[in-house]
């Protein structure tokens, strides 16, 4: 046989056979190319929490609309919503029925699309349009004639999930979506509105001796190898082989003025960046 | 340093498992494991026909890989992915050298395979090849019942959203991911990947005409040889490490005849890569003990990533 191949017949017999036309394009994308573009650099990428703000209601929901509104004034700015508690139950119901990752996150796209939806209605009267991921194109349109669009937190994956070493909890949930909406545009910044400060050393809800960590590299937190965290893990691993986005900020969207100053560039809250 | 702590409003919680814990909490992730996990079409077959090894080749190479599918149907249910191929490169290429981010390029991939989805249904319509769009995942039953055969873009629908790969530019979430994970959320009964080689090498058999040829083997076992060269995309291998169902895969030479049958009637034909030794091929539907005929090697084509393969 390597006798054969060789002295060329084998694979001329091959080649005659089955004509591979893709020939001339090898070596096609080893070459060297010039830097990416970036598609918005001016978005201000949002994510407001499904159960650390949407679930609070009206008490946590609307100041933060106010601020939305004053800002959008100033910046553009793109909202991607969270999930929350109808998320947590239908996986319940989905984890019960021994359902794969894949369709636990198919179902939690729809409540990250009720929460968008809500947050439209809301906005609505201040230029708030919802944006199917359909139309994600469109986006250059609505920031032009001044919107606030809203979108899906959870990215399109559904069936395509990739199962995860550990339980069967979908790991790109609505950071990660968000994360990732803000990495493709080459977003001015990603800013994930929560319930906490930002990041302490363990769970503030359940420890009241953690302590604050205003700013920390994801490779230092990574290494810490914390059992919990204050955004998904994935955000995380993607930010390390991110072209765009190398920080992301986390506040406290129970407080006025919070985001405010993150989206003038100020350190409030708890800033992860790529070291 | 954090702002004043504020009475924080009343949030309304609804009674589940999940409730007030954190999802990114270790312990309540693995807590949510099951060793029952249902399988959704545990009968259907899912093949992947690569876009460059078998549907750039066109008639010659598809036509008698489809007639084995035809044949297939009678006794078993199959899905078809297909792959993008030279137009994809040739897609990638230009997006890139304009500067179109990594999101992008997932984005536009997808129109290749879906021309290749239709040029397939066109020539299977009248053996009930049907065109299925992913928003119709769901009718999947209906189409299987029906004793269609369903044809898929590969591409898995990550589009804008695409994770990033550092300094690799393409996408690395391709059509052989997207098959693969149609095959592990469906929990079918076989993947098998239709390509232009007969499987595995333990070298690039460019380089050495006398590399050995690799049967079968176990996934992390593969990815610790760090071959840089793989008939198949790495994400496939990495995902395949965490498969819950689709433990074992076969990668076949879709131009040697009746491959594409055999390796849904049960049998090894080209390169089988399992996780877990307690997956290995005798365990499961590879298993079968007739020795398969020998094989001639087929001498692999250079190329620099596995897109649309």
Redesign the interface.
């Known amino acids: 046989m390597a006798a054969k191949r060789r002295n060329g017949s084998a694979v001329a017999a091959r080649t005659a056979s089955h004509p591979s036309p893709a020939a001339p394009l090898q070596g096609l994308l080893a070459q060297p190319y010039g830097d990416a573009i970036k598609i918005l650099p001016d978005v201000n990428v949002i994510k407001i929490g499904g159960q650390s703000i949407m679930d609070r209601g009206r008490a946590a929901v609307f100041p933060l609309i106010d601020e939305i509104v004053e800002n959008a004034a100033r910046h553009r700015i793109l909202i991607g919503a969270g999930g929350g508690t109808r998320a947590r139950h239908a996986y319940s119901v989905a984890l019960d029925l021994d359902l794969p990752t894949g369709v636990l996150a198919s179902i939690g796209c729809a409540t990250s699309r009720q929460n968008a939806r809500i947050m439209q209605m809301l906005l609505a009267k201040h230029g708030g349009v919802y944006l199917n991921p359909e139309d994600f194109e469109k986006l250059p349109l609505y920031f032009r004639v001044g919107c606030i669009p809203v979108m899906v937190g959870m990215p399109p994956y559904e069936y395509w999930e990739k199962p995860s070493e550990h339980g069967r909890i979908p790991q790109n949930r609505t950071d990660s979506g968000v994360y990732l909406t803000g990495e493709f545009l080459g977003a001015r910044s990603v800013i994930f509105v929560k319930d906490e400060e930002g990041l302490y050393s363990g769970d503030p809800k359940k420890n009241a001796r953690a302590t604050f960590i205003p700013r920390i590299s994801v490779q230092e937190l990574l290494a810490q190898d914390l059992d919990d965290l204050v955004v998904e893990r994935v955000v995380l691993e993607n930010m390390l082989n991110a072209a765009n986005v190398r920080q992301i900020q986390i506040i406290n969207g129970l407080v006025r003025g919070n985001l405010t100053r993150a989206l003038n560039g100020e350190p409030v809250g708890t800033i992860i960046y790529v070291a | ?4 702590s ?1 009475a ?27 060793q ?3 399988a ?1 079409l545990p009968d259907v077959n899912v093949i992947a026909l690569g876009g ?1 090894s078998i549907l ?3 008639k ?2 598809l036509v008698p890989v489809l007639d084995q599918i035809v044949k297939a149907r009678k006794q078993h249910k199959i899905i078809i992915g297909v792959g993008g ?2 137009r994809v ?2 897609t ?2 230009i997006c ?9 390029l997932a984005m536009v991939a997808g129109a290749v395979d879906e021309q290749n989805t239709r040029l397939v249904s066109a020539v299977l319509a009248k053996h009930k090849g049907i065109a299925l769009n992913k928003d119709h ?1 769901l009718d999947l039953p209906l189409w299987l019942e029906a004793g269609m055969i369903p044809i898929m873009t590969g591409m ?11 300094t690799q ?2 996408p690395t ?1 391709g059509e052989d ?2 098959m693969f ?2 095959a ?2 469906l ?1 079918a009964r076989s993947m098998i990947f239709v390509k ?1 080689e007969d499987g595995l090498y333990a070298e690039d058999p460019k380089k050495n ?2 590399a050995e040829f690799i049967p079968a083997i176990e996934v992390n076992r593969l990815l610790a040889l760090g071959l840089a060269d793989l008939p198949i995309e790495r994400t496939v291998l990495e ?1 395949l ?5 689709a433990r074992q895969i076969q990668i076949v030479n879709g ?1 040697k005849p009746n491959t594409v049958l055999r390796a849904i009637n049960g049998e090894p034909v080209g390169t089988v890569i399992y996780v877990g030794e307690e997956n290995a091929p005798q365990r499961g539907l590879w298993g079968s003990r007739r020795t398969p005929r020998a094989m ?4 692999a ?5 596995s ?1 649309g393969r």
């Open positions: 340093m954090p702002s004043a504020v924080k409003p009343h949030r309304t919680h609804l009674s589940s498992r999940l409730m007030r814990e954190s999802l990114l909490d270790k312990k309540v992730i693995s807590a949510t494991s099951t029952t996990e249902l959704i460059q750039d080749r066109g010659k190479a191929g030279a490169r040739h990638f290429h890139l050298d304009l500067g179109i981010p990594l999101g992008g995942f898995p629908p990550y589009h804008y959203w695409e994770p990033p790969a550092g530019r393409t979430h991911l997207g994970m149609v592990e959320v929990g232009d005409p006398r995902t490490v965490n498969a819950r169902h131009l001639k090697r087929t001498p084509r250079a190329r620099h990533n897109h």
